[in-house]
T-cell receptor, first 111, second 117 residues
Framework: SQQGEEDPQALSIQEGENATMNCSYKTSINNLQWYRQNSGRGLVHLILIRSNEREKHSGRLRVTLDTSKKSSSLLITASRAADTASYFCATRMDSNYQLIWGAGTKLIIKP | NAGVMQNPRHLVRRRGQEARLRCSPVKGHSHVYWYRQLPEEGLKFMVYLQKENIIDESGMPKERFSAEFPKEGPSILRIQQVVRGDSAAYFC???????????????FGEGSRLTVL
């Protein structure tokens, strides 16, 4: 079953602006992962944050995790046209091999 | 290092035919997942396998669908007697053995897009 829910479902911003996507989940987790999917392609792992971490950075990406609210956000700073893609969050529950996926946020960066 | 290789990338079948999708995981990965994705939607889990063993097939329809990951060779997702509703992108992902210090990150192939006429 899908436990992650991303919002917004779609986001359209101008190049250079920051893009923020949110993910909520329902059960306790071991870690939360963000993936990107370009149109017609497979998913690519972007960043992982463990349940005992609150914030993590990777290049222009910043991920936060609030376990009390069971939510995470992905911030992409200084967006580029190449960031146009769908972004999915996936949670890995404690002692469980499964990744539970959200429905994704479709991000469009306008040049 | 080669990533996850899926073939064919595109497959067209007529109703009633069989579709066979192949997935070669990242070298050294012993665990394979199959997902299905409809246009503009998220991933739907189908089956999780390790070599010669199905760990979890709870997302796979009981009829017409089967999956295997033999000791040698790629993982195969087989759909018998395809119907139009089977048209979708099928993604394979692999990971190292869970619980061995890795975090459960998945490595995805580019997908196989099945069209049933």
């Amino acid at each position: 079953s899908q436990q992650g829910e991303e919002d917004p479902q779609a986001l359209s911003i101008q190049e250079g602006e920051n893009a923020t996507m949110n993910c909520s989940y329902k059960t306790s987790i071991n870690n939360l992962q963000w993936y990107r999917q370009n149109s017609g392609r497979g998913l690519v792992h972007l960043i992982l944050i463990r349940s005992n971490e609150r914030e993590k950075h990777s290049g222009r990406l910043r991920v936060t995790l609030d376990t009390s609210k069971k939510s995470s956000s992905l911030l992409i700073t200084a967006s580029r046209a190449a960031d146009t893609a769908s972004y999915f969050c996936a949670t890995r529950m404690d002692s469980n091999y499964q990744l539970i996926w959200g429905a994704g946020t479709k991000l469009i960066i306008k040049p | 290092n080669a990533g996850v290789m899926q073939n064919p990338r595109h497959l067209v079948r007529r109703r009633g035919q069989e579709a066979r999708l192949r997935c070669s995981p990242v070298k050294g990965h012993s665990h394979v997942y199959w997902y299905r994705q409809l246009p503009e939607e998220g991933l739907k889990f189908m089956v999780y396998l390790q070599k010669e063993n199905i760990i979890d097939e709870s997302g796979m329809p009981k009829e017409r669908f089967s999956a295997e990951f033999p000791k040698e060779g790629p993982s195969i997702l087989r759909i018998q007697q395809v119907v139009r509703g089977d048209s979708a992108a099928y993604f394979c992902a692999s990971s190292p053995v869970p619980g061995t210090g890795n975090t459960g990150e998945l490595f995805f192939g580019e997908g196989s897009r099945l069209t049933v006429l």
